[in-house]
């Protein structure tokens, strides 16, 4: 593992930004807490290098969205998003656009046409314990500038995403945020010193911002909560927002408990319906990752599967043109015995080859999600069962 590896390359990235003498930046990144964290290191960054920029929260990578903005502009980031499908970027990158990508889930490689994918998992780390999107994304800053330093405590934040806790790269960082003051150890937490708030308390709110409330400004409203801190204002969106939510998640549960919930020999899942109407459809894995630990409604040895039809619109961008469903999929305690010991395929294996021509998928070993057409839920379903 080479951090300094990273570093020289970084560096080659950053020169080839200087030379092409564009101000005017695009920001795509995902719409959870590691992609609001990431978003607001990146844009905050560019801003304090005097770039505009505009910030696209995108809870996958629509090949339409991509098209699109590669035929009209001529920089753009990805974060906390992308590397899975950097190859496709690449091949839809009409404008040659300076594209660079900072990301933690599994790489696909494949990169060219000025597309610079710069996921540390090429340096030896794992995306699923060493390292967060934010945490890419906050040493691609630091590289840019050292003054974007005070950024440390969004990295960690991030990471908070990762339940192993705080290895790897992170736990350097948090090492070096606490000697330099950035953050403060409370109870099994830390202290955000600028905002008196603790890493997880804002993990959680970015969560809740971004998923819950994506189609009602809520990722914009977590980018500032990010730099800025959580007003009263934001506080009561998101206590109305996790009502929302928990609502939904009652709802849900007590349908699987009534036999919504169906179990095939490997996979059981279930369709979310109209149980999470108005919100980002992350909230489907939260949920199946919350399902995971139910032990008294799901096998601990099938994978969880939930899918929910997606709005087509995207905040910020338009209308998709074709009808979607998000497949969320995640591995209980048990099969991620398996999936280590090579007994059972990695979720994001399994989704992969799953999907085929229907759709395209990404993610970790033992959590991931894909978009497929509409109609084809059943069809993916059973290949998922015969995988």
């Known amino acids: 593992m080479s951090i300094d590896a990273f570093r020289k390359d970084a560096d080659k990235v950053i020169s080839r930004l200087n030379e092409s003498k564009e ?19 990146i ?32 920089l ?20 040659n656009s300076l594209t660079i990508i900072l990301d933690h889930h599994n790489a696909s490689g494949g990169e060219s046409n000025n597309v610079y994918d710069l996921n540390l998992e090429k340096y030896g780390y794992k995306g699923e314990t060493d390292f967060s999107g934010a945490t890419i994304t906050y040493l691609f800053a630091k590289q840019l500038n050292s003054r974007n330093e005070d950024l440390i405590y969004l990295a960690l934040v991030g990471s908070k995403e990762i339940p192993d806790g705080f290895l790897g790269i992170n736990k350097g960082l948090v090492e070096e945020a606490e000697r330099k003051g950035y953050i403060k150890k409370k109870g099994n937490d830390y202290l955000i010193t600028k905002f008196n708030t603790t890493l997880g308390e804002m993990f959680s709110s970015l969560q809740i911002l971004g998923s819950v409330g994506y189609y009602s400004q809520g990722p914009e409203i977590g980018i500032k909560a990010a730099i800025s801190g959580i007003d009263t204002s934001i506080e ?20 699987l408990l009534k036999g919504s919930l169906k179990k095939l020999n490997r996979i059981q899942w279930f369709d979310a319906s109209n149980f999470f109407k108005g919100m980002g459809t992350k909230v489907l894995g939260t949920f199946c990752s919350y399902l995971s630990y139910q032990t008294h409604i799901v096998d601990q040895d099938k994978y969880i599967v939930g899918i929910v039809d997606m709005p087509s619109e995207i ?20 099969l991620q015995e398996l999936i280590r010991s090579k007994k059972s395929i990695s979720v994001v294996d ?29 069809e993916v379903i059973k290949r998922m069962d015969s995988l």
């Open 236 to 255: 009561e969106k998101i206590k109305s927002l996790e009502f929302k939510r928990k609502n939904a998640n009652k709802k849900l549960i007590e349908a």
């Open 23 to 41: 101000h005017f930046a695009v920001v795509v990144t995902h719409d959870d807490a590691d992609g609001l964290s990431s978003g607001a290191i």
């Open 76 to 95: 753009i980031f990805y974060t906390d998003i992308g590397s899975a499908h950097a190859n496709l970027i690449s091949s839809l990158n009409s404008k």
């Open 350 to 378: 399994l989704l992969v080859n799953s999907t085929g021509p229907h759709g395209f998928a990404d993610g970790h070993d033992f959590a991931a999600s894909a978009i497929i057409t509409k109609g084809s839920e059943t």
């Open 43 to 74: 844009k905050e960054a560019l801003e304090r290098s005097k770039f505009e920029v505009k910030i696209i929260f995108l809870e996958k990578i629509f090949p339409e969205v991509v098209k699109d903005l590669h035929s009209n502009y001529n």
């Open 315 to 334: 905040p910020n961008w338009g209308k998709l043109e074709k009808e979607y469903c998000k497949i969320s999929a995640r591995a209980p305690k048990k």
